[in-house]
């Protein structure tokens, strides 16, 4: 007999359930987000399990990599590219778990990707840079703001980066406005500190990706934007065509079309947004270092505007670096731009 499992995860617990080859639900149990109890449920029909869906959530290593380490075949769900039957009047935390299982079951389930565990450390920390470089900037724009506002002057965020404590606080004549200024200062430099320490190590293990130095040959892509390409690309067979690998890229635009009339948008967001902000960053600095490349720009922006020239070249770069990846070959700027 082949029997299906199906978990519908949440922050603290999840509901799991196994179905037959008849849709019969032969368990249905909520339990704490502890594996022991989940492999527990699954024990009784370890021999039969054909495989077991984990909804795609914020918080499923922990589950996947026990159910696999465990034995079973795990397939983590594509929540985004799920739709349930809209005319349903009610649904519930085991209806979903039950959906799970039945897509399976009939051989549509739309699948992610499961990132090996074994590089999932090192691309979450290069998340984290990402993550704390926006809070840099976030800090460098208050003390910017709070200077313009008080005192009509301009600082430029070179400037601020350079400041330190005492100087930060001479910026305004109001001690507490000052003390403000001191504030955001002091954050900046703990979080420039912590930068610069998570890309030494990350760096360090860049010689272990044998395609680090070949993504590098591409203008615009540095040693921090090239490591993140690679990591969030991951196995870049795992895309059997271009185009697959642009639109996760987030360099494809998302409409609906009917009879030659946009009828709509699609999901924006769809894709990898990491990805898609790395090959915008290496557009803007592959527009200001490659004259082949600004000339393209320059030609798209004069029919267009300057965000989408900018995406236009990001997608440029993102299909360059798919071939250069597939192909083992470095970057050729005469094929990537014409």
């Known amino acids: 007999m082949k029997v299906y499992a199906g978990i519908d995860l949440h922050s603290n617990n999840s509901v799991a359930l196994v179905l037959d080859e008849q849709d019969r639900v032969l368990v249905e149990r909520r339990v704490p987000n502890e594996l022991e109890r989940v492999l527990s449920l699954l024990e009784p029909y370890r021999d039969d399990v054909v495989g077991v869906v984990v909804e795609s959530t914020y918080n499923w290593y922990w589950l996947v990599d026990g159910l696999m380490q465990a ?12 739709k349930q039957y809209e005319g349903l009047k009610r649904t519930d935390d085991a209806h979903d778990a039950r959906w799970l299982a039945h897509l399976l079951r009939l051989g549509i389930l739309p699948v992610g990707y499961i990132y090996p565990k074994a590089e999932r450390a090192l691309r979450d920390l290069l998340r984290k840079r990402s993550q704390l470089v926006r809070q840099r900037t976030a800090n460098v724009l208050s003390v910017q703001n709070l200077v313009a506002r008080n005192t009509g002057a301009r600082i430029s965020g070179n400037a601020v980066k350079r400041l330190d404590a005492e100087e930060a606080v001479k910026l305004d004549v109001d001690a507490l406005r000052g003390q403000a200024i001191e504030a955001n200062v002091v954050v900046m430099n703990c979080l420039e500190e912590q930068i610069a320490r998570i890309e030494r190590e990350v760096l360090s293990q860049a010689k272990e990706q044998p395609e680090f130095a070949l993504v590098c040959t591409t203008p615009g892509i ?7 390409i690679l990591l969030e690309t991951g196995a870049v067979s795992r895309f059997a065509k271009v185009g697959r690998f642009a639109s996760y890229a987030r360099c494809v635009d998302s409409e609906r079309i009917s009879n030659g009339k946009k009828k709509g948008m699609g999901n924006v967001k769809c894709g990898n947004r990491y990805l898609a902000w790395a090959f915008v960053e290496a557009a803007h600095f592959a527009v200001r270092y490659e004259p082949r490349i600004k000339r393209f720009y320059e030609k798209k922006r004069a029919k267009t505007n300057a965000v989408v020239a900018i995406k236009a070249v990001a997608h440029k770069l993102a299909r360059a670096v798919y071939h250069m990846l597939r192909n083992q070959e470095g970057f050729d700027v005469t094929r990537a731009f014409g």
């Open 222 to 228: 540095g040693k921090v934007l090239g490591l993140t």
């Open 71 to 82: 034995g079973y075949r795990v397939h983590l769900a594509n929540t985004a590219a799920i």
